[in-house]
Structure formats: structure tokens, C-alpha cells
């Protein structure tokens, strides 16, 4: 028998579960009935269970009449079995099951979150995360994506306590005798396990926002829902966005956006009752900074866009996870840059693309889908190749078919498997059908191959046409075998004077393309949506550069610095090149733009032989003063989002990297300036204030700030003093944050990501590695197992010095790390990038920064 995969002969189609949850003990009662069909004559039923304890289990046919079953629980398999007196014939039956669990404090599947109340006591509230495979701790069920089913639940609540699931309540019924409330709920659609919710405990809600008949609240712990007036904004905006776009109501009755104080994740899409960690969905538009802001817009939008792709229709498996992701996160962006325009989200992608650009350069990373045999497969699926990877190719093939065609194909798809389940082939096929062409053939190679090409554009020997050329991009020298991709290139070439606009699609390994004249220039990968990166032979990078600045858009600028980077960190460029090619970028005002300078600065002086800092930080300081200068301190009047942003980004990075004594005392007198918590200082200055302070201070900020992480009023501000607390650099302060990491003062959720930060912290690393090495096994119980140790061990990609690198590989050969699927191995090669990166350009550094002692004019 299937190990991960249940028998399909026995079907359910209903639940109807009754659960107690009692949270002072830890604990809860529940009892199910569930309707299913026998499809061939059994005379056992398997269905999955997890640290539950059965007390009873029966069945009724529909004569009435009933059998007990004997009930033994396979735990390594997470099953349980019912063994019946007798032979079940095909037919419709009526299950019964009594049992008993744990409300566990691990952040999956039904667990108990802390928070304190105003009056400082201490309450808790019990809350639900089911994926991937977690349904089956809270109730027997058949816990796979194509079971679907109706789920009728019902919470017995202590009065007073306010109780959600995924429907709206449909009665309450009060037991005055034991202080309870029966809250019964409507109906669910037909839809997955783990898509299920139930949350308990003191909550307040915002008003509703109305979208036709769908109320949509916010919900959060006493006294914090005034902070959910955005989010809400944010759902109704994308409710309609998504009912117009799919085309298909919203599937729900309702929908609730709840804020967890304890969260693994970002958010889950349970339908009609998303969950969220409070980052993610609490904020105070005027307090927060442009990041802050976009990061709840994005989570609420993406989990709203699952509402129908992921939960009207499903995965089948879990090999489908990708899809449900990666297609989530391409509508989220979507939807956000429809709600606001001026944020230039497509162009912020450019930074999620990137990101899947450095892991799918590497050897060990994976292709997109994958065979999923046990679900714990699955748990690798939640990452940067999966979300970001995944929604740049769909970005990609829905800019090669065109915004209404891929639409209309996205249509047919959903309106043909809602209420059921998918595969990523049935997408395809709508596609095709839309778009009247096989998508497989441009799509399999981007879904089912690793890696990416890098794409060399070169003018032919005549010197008046192109020349493109393929193969595959990766870090570490090797040898790629494989087939070429299919590349939808888009090109602008401004040749005799005129600017003009080509498409192929590159099948092979090269082609040419003619062309009237000499190119004066040529940009490829015309408004970026391309995944694959971009190398001009010379002397096209020279004539580029030298174009008038608005030849590029800035997303084009954004890929060129990139793309520039990332071969200089594979080896086919010396770093002074690049550095170079910086200086060109110093009157640069996009935001997005700077990111990717900004990102390759940080980059570098975590590599940074010893004796250069000081060079390299007055190089920092020449490529940002002219922005600094031009931008101040202080916004203008009607000036944008972005550029408020960008404000923040280059003064930081100025007070930082830069190390700028100027901007740092600036910084000290700003924060001084705005002590009170009612200031109405610029959001975006005010938290790259506070981040230059870290860097700088000393023990006075750092208690001071410790104070106000905990006293803070927003989630943000919480998470802005927290890893400023990790930007210190005196030793015996660095302690003191990692102390904090397992003593209980930081949150579990939490205390993974600070932990990296200190790892990445060029003063705070080696003192950051020992402890980890110290505390591992602590750390490896007390953080939500994947997703917390992966994030922590994230940070070991900057300890990027020989000894380290040797200390950090020792480390993991000597113990077995489970952080899901090939993380592991794609941190130890992002290590091996950076150190392999150092010792080449050691030379090289020193003689473009002037060594040890001088600076650059
Ligand atoms: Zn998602």
C-alpha cells in the first residue's frame, strides 16, 4: 500500500465536526460525523490522524443500522485505521468519531498563541495553520488537496470568546450551566482540509467593507483593529479586481483577515478566514514607511488572489503547489499595480526576479516542479524559486501571449475545475486554447529544467545586424548540458535615427537578425519581463551607456546593473568593471534602480578583504552624496511615494555602508528631535534614522530602543526596533540580542529572522556563528522547524571568509539538518560564491579602492 497516498475507495463528502478546545490546559475534545461514499466493499477505512487520541469510531449505513469499528493509529504514517466487523458494501455511509488532541505551541495545526492585554495579563488564543499536511492533528479527516468536501463546524467557546472559521456563523447556542457558547457555522463549499480554519479567543473586528454582498473585516487582538483601516482597503480594492478578472464571484460568503500574534508564515489562504502574522496585515498607513506598506498590500492581495486559484480550484497533489504560488504571486503583483499605479510594482518585481536569478544560478538549485511522492516533499516547494521564479515565467509567458489572451485562458481553466481540483497540464491546455498554440512546448523548459540562459547580444561581423546567442548562467564554472530554452526575446534598437521594436523567440542555441544600419544602440529584454539575463558584446555595452539616460526605462536600468553584477560575481567581469559602471548611476533618482546598486554595495562589503573598508566606504559615499544632497532631509510637498522612500534607502545606506559621520549625527539629532510616539516625522527617514543609530549607537540607544520594541504601538515599529537591536556592533550588545533569540523575549516567528541578521552583520557574524553552533539544538526546538531554521540559516551565506566557510561546512557535515529539500545545499554554494568571489578580487579591490590607507577623492 501508498504510504503518503490514501485509497480512493472510501470517499468523504461531508464533515460535520463539533470541537472544544480547552486553553488553559492545552488541550481539546472533538467529535465528527462524516458522509462518504464506498466505492468498493471494504472492511476498513484509513483516513489520516496526528497525535490524536481516538476514543470511539462507528459507522451507519443508511438503514440506520451501526457497527463500531476497532480503531488503531499508525503514527509514523500518520493514519489511522478502522477496522469493521464486517465487509462495507459500495454505498453511502455515515461515519462517527469521538477523539481528543493537543492545542501544541509549535505553530501548526491546532495551536495556542500568546499576547497581553492591555491589563498585562497574559491571554491566548487557538488557531489553526493545516498546510500542508496539518489538518490531520486537529480532526481525523482524509487530508489530501483532490479529497474535497463540505465542512459544517461547530466551536464550543467559553462565553465571551469570539469564535471564526471559514463561513459565517449560522447560530449560537448558549450552555449557561458550563459558561459556553456553541457556535455553529454555515456550510463550507467543497473544498480542501487544509484549507480549513478555526480561531479562538478575545478578537475585535473593523467594521465591514462591502463588496455586493461580501462583508470583509479585520480582525486582530484587543486593541489593535484601527490598524487594519489599509488592509481592508486593500480587499475590497482586489475582491473586485479578482471577480472581474477571473470572472467568477467571490467563492465565499464572507471574508475575515485575522492577525495571529504567532505566526509561521506571512498569511494562509483559508478560504473566507485568512490568517496572518500581524506584520502582514496590521499597519498605520501614516506611521508606515513605502516598504512597510507595500508588504501588507502584497500579502492581503496574494492571499485574496488563492481565494479562487488555490481554493476554488485546487491542486490535485502537492507537485502543483508551485503553480498555486507562483500564479498567486504574479495576480498579487498584478492587482497591487492596478490599485496603485505609482508604486510601479512590475518595476519592485525586478527585485523578487533577481532574487530567484541568484538561486537558480546555482548548481543545486532545482527546477520548478518536481515529483512530490511524500508530502513532506512538498515543504521545499515554499521558496524563492517556487514564488519568484515561478511568477516571473508566468509574467513572461503572459506578456509572449498577451495580457487578454492569457486572461481569457485563466478563465476557462477556473470555470472548468471550480469545486474541484487541477493539474498544471489542465492550465496549459486553457491556455493553449485561448491562445490558439501548444504552451508546453515554450513552457517545459522554464518548469521542469533548473537554471536560466545568458543571453549574449553581439553585433554580427558585418556590423549591421544582431547577433543572439543562449546558454546557460551559472556562478560556479561548469559545464551546462541541456537543451536550449525557448526565449522570448523583446528588443528596441534605435538604428539610422529611428527607434525600433523587435520580437523572437530563440528556439536554438543562436540567431541573427539583419538590420538596415549600424545600431547607434540596443536595449534587450525590452520592459524586463524576460527571465533570463542580458550580456552586450562590445561595443554595444559602450554606445548604451553612452544613450541618452531615457533610452532606458527603469526597469531596464535595474536588469542592466543586475545582470552586470551577476556576471561579475560569476567571474566573467573584474569587480573594478562593475564599480565602474556604478559610477555612471550617481544622478540616478529611480528607486528601483538604486536597489540594485544599493543591494551589490551591501554584497560587497561583506566580502571585503581586510584593510579596505575604509576605501570602499568613501567609494559608498561618492557614488550616493549626490543624491543625498539632492534629496535632504526633508520631503518636498507633493513629492512620491517612491522617491519619500528612496530618501530613506540612500540615507541609510549613506549612515551605514557609507559609515558618514555627518549623516550619522544628523540621524542621532532626527531621532532626538522625534522622541515623541506621536511624531509626525517622515516614516521613511525616521526608520533609516533609527538604523544608522543602531549601526552607530551604543549601549544608551540600545536600551533605549529595547524599550520601544517593546512598548511599540504598530507591528512595524515593533519589527523596526527589533532588528535595529541586531545592527549593533559592540560585542557585548551583540550578545545581548542573541541571548534574546532563545530566552523567550523575542518571539519564535521572530527570532529566526534576527538571528540572521546578526549572521549577515559584517561586525556581528563570527560572535553570531558561535552561538548558533552553541545553541543549535535549542534553537532546532524552539523556532517553527522549516521555516524558521531555514531563514535563520540563510545568514550563513555572508560568512563569507575562508575560516568561516571551513568552520560553517564542518559544521553541517557532522550533524543531519533537515531545512527542506536543497536549501542547505544552496546556502554552502551561495557561501562558496561570495568566499570564491573575495580571494579572486583581493588584488583587484585593493588596487581600485587605493589600498589599506588612502581614500578616493
Ligand atoms: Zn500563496
Redesign the pocket.
Known amino acids: 500500500m501508498d504510504r503518503y497516498r490514501l485509497p480512493c475507495t472510501v470517499v468523504p463528502s461531508r464533515y460535520e465536526i463539533e470541537l472544544e478546545p480547552d486553553l488553559e490546559r492545552g488541550r481539546f475534545t472533538g467529535r465528527e460525523t462524516v458522509d462518504l461514499t464506498v466505492r468498493e466493499t471494504v472492511q476498513e477505512i484509513i483516513l489520516n490522524a496526528a497525535d490524536l487520541e481516538i476514543h470511539a469510531a462507528g459507522i451507519r449505513d443508511k438503514e440506520g443500522r451501526e457497527w463500531n469499528a476497532t480503531v488503531s493509529l499508525d503514527e509514523a504514517n500518520e493514519r489511522a485505521h478502522l477496522l469493521f466487523p464486517k465487509p462495507l458494501p459500495p454505498g453511502p455511509w455515515r461515519l462517527a468519531i469521538a477523539f481528543t488532541g493537543i492545542l501544541n505551541d509549535k505553530l501548526r495545526g491546532f495551536y495556542r498563541s500568546t499576547f497581553t492585554a492591555a491589563d498585562g495579563v497574559k491571554e491566548m488564543l487557538a488557531v489553526t495553520q493545516f498546510e500542508a499536511t496539518d489538518a490531520r492533528r486537529a480532526f481525523p479527516c482524509w487530508d489530501e488537496p483532490a479529497f474535497k468536501a463540505v465542512f459544517q463546524v461547530t466551536l464550543l467557546v467559553d462565553e465571551g470568546l469570539c469564535a471564526l472559521s471559514n463561513s459565517s456563523a449560522a447560530s449560537t447556542r448558549p450552555i449557561p450551566e458550563r459558561g459556553k457558547v456553541a457556535v455553529r457555522f454555515a456550510p463550507t463549499i467543497p473544498m480542501s482540509t487544509y484549507l480549513l480554519a478555526f480561531v479562538i479567543g478575545r478578537l475585535e473586528a473593523t467594521e465591514p467593507a462591502w463588496v455586493d454582498k461580501i462583508p470583509i473585516r479585520v480582525w486582530a487582538v484587543p486593541g489593535k483593529r484601527q490598524l487594519g483601516a489599509f488592509a481592508l482597503e486593500a480587499a475590497a480594492f482586489s475582491v473586485r479586481f479578482f471577480q472581474d478578472y477571473y470572472g467568477i464571484p467571490y467563492p465565499g460568503e464572507k471574508l475575515d483577515l485575522i492577525a495571529i500574534p504567532d505566526f509561521a508564515f506571512g498569511?494562509m489562504?483559508n478560504l473566507g478566514a485568512i490568517t496572518f502574522r500581524e506584520t502582514a496585515l496590521l499597519v498605520d498607513e501614516r506611521a508606515a514607511t513605502h516598504t512597510e506598506l507595500t508588504r501588507v498590500a502584497h500579502v492581503v492581495i496574494?492571499?485574496i488572489a488563492?481565494m479562487w486559484f488555490?481554493d476554488l480550484v485546487t491542486m490535485a497533489w502537492w507537485n502543483g503547489l508551485w503553480l498555486?504560488?507562483a500564479f498567486?504571486?504574479l495576480m498579487e503583483v498584478m492587482a497591487v499595480d492596478a490599485w496603485k499605479p505609482a508604486w510601479g510594482r512590475w518595476d519592485s518585481f525586478g527585485a523578487s526576479r533577481a532574487a530567484a536569478f541568484m538561486t537558480d544560478g546555482l548548481r543545486s538549485s532545482r527546477p520548478i516542479e518536481f515529483e512530490v511522492v511524500a508530502p513532506k516533499d512538498a515543504e521545499a516547494m515554499f521558496d524563492v524559486l517556487t514564488?519568484e521564479k515561478g511568477g516571473a515565467v508566468l509574467r513572461m509567458l503572459e506578456q509572449y501571449l498577451g495580457p487578454e489572451v492569457f486572461r481569457d485562458g485563466v478563465r476557462r481553466y477556473l470555470v472548468a475545475h471550480q469545486f474541484a481540483n487541477a493539474e498544471t497540464t489542465d492550465l496549459w491546455k486553457a491556455l493553449g486554447e485561448a491562445a490558439g498554440q501548444p504552451i508546453p512546448a515554450i513552457m517545459d523548459g522554464w518548469i521542469y529544467r533548473q537554471g536560466y540562459p545568458l543571453l549574449t547580444v553581439a553585433q554580427d561581423d558585418a556590423g549591421q545586424g544582431l547577433r543572439f546567442s543562449q546558454r546557460a548562467f551559472r556562478y560556479l564554472e561548469e559545464e551546462v548540458e541541456g537543451d536550449c530554452w525557448q526565449v522570448p526575446i523583446t528588443y528596441r534598437v534605435r538604428v539610422d535615427g529611428e527607434i525600433r521594436r523587435g520580437r523572437l523567440l530563440l528556439g536554438g542555441a543562436e540567431e541573427r537578425v539583419p538590420l538596415t544600419g549600424r545600431p547607434d544602440w540596443i536595449v534587450v529584454n525590452e520592459g524586463g519581463h524576460g527571465f533570463y539575463r542580458v550580456r552586450y558584446a562590445s561595443p554595444l555595452l559602450d554606445r548604451l551607456l553612452r544613450a541618452p539616460s531615457e533610452a532606458m526605462a527603469p526597469i531596464e536600468r535595474f536588469n542592466l546593473i543586475n545582470d552586470a553584477w551577476a556576471t561579475t560575481l560569476a567571474g566573467m567581469a573584474p569587480a573594478s568593471e562593475y564599480l565602474e559602471l556604478t559610477a555612471r548611476f550617481t544622478e540616478e533618482t529611480d528607486r528601483h534602480v538604486w536597489m540594485a546598486l544599493l543591494a551589490s554595495f551591501g554584497y560587497l562589503s561583506r566580502i571585503l578583504p581586510p584593510g579596505l573598508r575604509s576605501g570602499f566606504e568613501a567609494l559608498v559615499r561618492d557614488r550616493l552624496r549626490v543624491t543625498v544632497r539632492r534629496l535632504g532631509w526633508t520631503p518636498g510637498s507633493g513629492e512620491d511615494d517612491l522617491t519619500r522612500q528612496l530618501r530613506g534607502d540612500i540615507l541609510r545606506a549613506m549612515g551605514t555602508l557609507g559609515n558618514d559621520a555627518d549623516v550619522q549625527a544628523e540621524a542621532r539629532a532626527f531621532c532626538a528631535r522625534h522622541d515623541a510616539a506621536t511624531s509626525s516625522a517622515d516614516p521613511g527617514v525616521l526608520a533609516a534614522a533609527i538604523a544608522i543609530l543602531a549601526h552607530a549607537g551604543g549601549e544608551g540607544e540600545y536600551e533605549a530602543f529595547r524599550a520601544r520594541f517593546k512598548q511599540a504601538r504598530t507591528p512595524q515599529e515593533e519589527q523596526r526596533y527589533l532588528h535595529a537591536l541586531a545592527a549593533f556592533r559592540a560585542p557585548e550588545l551583540v550578545q545581548r540580542t542573541l541571548i534574546s533569540t532563545v530566552s523567550g523575549e523575542v518571539r519564535t516567528q521572530d527570532a529566526p529572522f534576527v538571528v540572521r541578521d546578526l549572521l549577515v552583520g559584517v561586525h556581528s557574524r563570527e560572535q553570531a556563528w558561535s552561538f548558533v553552533k552553541e545553541h543549535w539544538d535549542e534553537m532546532e526546538r524552539l523556532y517553527p522547524s522549516l521555516s524558521g531554521l531555514a531563514r535563520m540559516c540563510e545568514g550563513i551565506t555572508a560568512l563569507a571568509t575562508p575560516d568561516l566557510e571551513a568552520d560553517v561546512r564542518q559544521f553541517f557535515a557532522l550533524r543531519t539538518v533537515v531545512l527542506g529539500g536543497k536549501i542547505l545545499e544552496q546556502y554552502l554554494e551561495q557561501l562558496r560564491i561570495a568566499v570564491a568571489f573575495r580571494e579572486r578580487e583581493a588584488d583587484g579591490l585593493a588596487a581600485y579602492l587605493g589600498g589599506p590607507s588612502t581614500t578616493r577623492p
Do not use: P
Open positions: 498569511a489562504e496574494h492571499e488563492h488555490g498555486n504560488e498567486a504571486t514564488y
